[in-house]
């Protein structure tokens, strides 16, 4: 189950399933993105609800990922069970700044540095007041490394 727990960080669990993998058996890069993926939509869903109907309600707004910054760290395997952990680092005018990380228990795997830009009609568009309130409910740790 998909949570914020008290330190302002969204926390969902994922496991790790065969098609997640590559031919040596590590999770491959790419499947870490669809893992973050989902970890800002849940957030966005606790938040503010559903993208569809955040989207039809605010006269077709909606989010682009402008810049995302990967390291990896270590790699995961089949069946490990995952902690994607997601919040807000910053917020600007039409930008939200998220950091995430994805943890096997205490073991930092992966971790990313994510601008997500408000559009709307293809141009980037101030965040809406009551969405900039509710990411700010969000804000974590400092730093990419407390969690």
């Not at 309600?57 to 402008?66: C, E, I, Q, S, T």
């Not at 900039?132 to 490394?145: C, D, I, M, N």
């Amino acid at each position: 189950m998909s949570e914020i727990d008290l330190s302002g960080v969204h926390r969902l669990p994922v496991r790790v399933y065969y098609e997640d993998t590559d031919f040596s058996g590590f999770v491959y890069h790419a499947s870490y993105l669809r893992f973050m993926e989902r970890g800002r939509t849940e957030l966005l869903r606790i938040l503010a609800g559903d993208q569809s109907d955040l989207h039809r309600d605010a006269a077709g707004l909606h989010f682009v990922v402008r810049r995302m910054v990967l390291d990896f760290a270590r790699p995961a395997r089949m069946d490990d069970l995952l902690d994607v952990r997601t919040w807000t680092a910053a917020m600007k005018g039409a930008s939200m700044h998220l950091a995430q990380e994805v943890r096997r228990g205490d073991d930092l795997l992966v971790t990313a540095e994510v601008v997500v830009a408000c559009v709307r009609d293809a141009r980037a568009i101030r965040l809406p007041d009551g969405l900039r309130a509710a990411f700010g409910r969000a804000a974590g740790p400092a730093s990419s490394t407390n969690p």
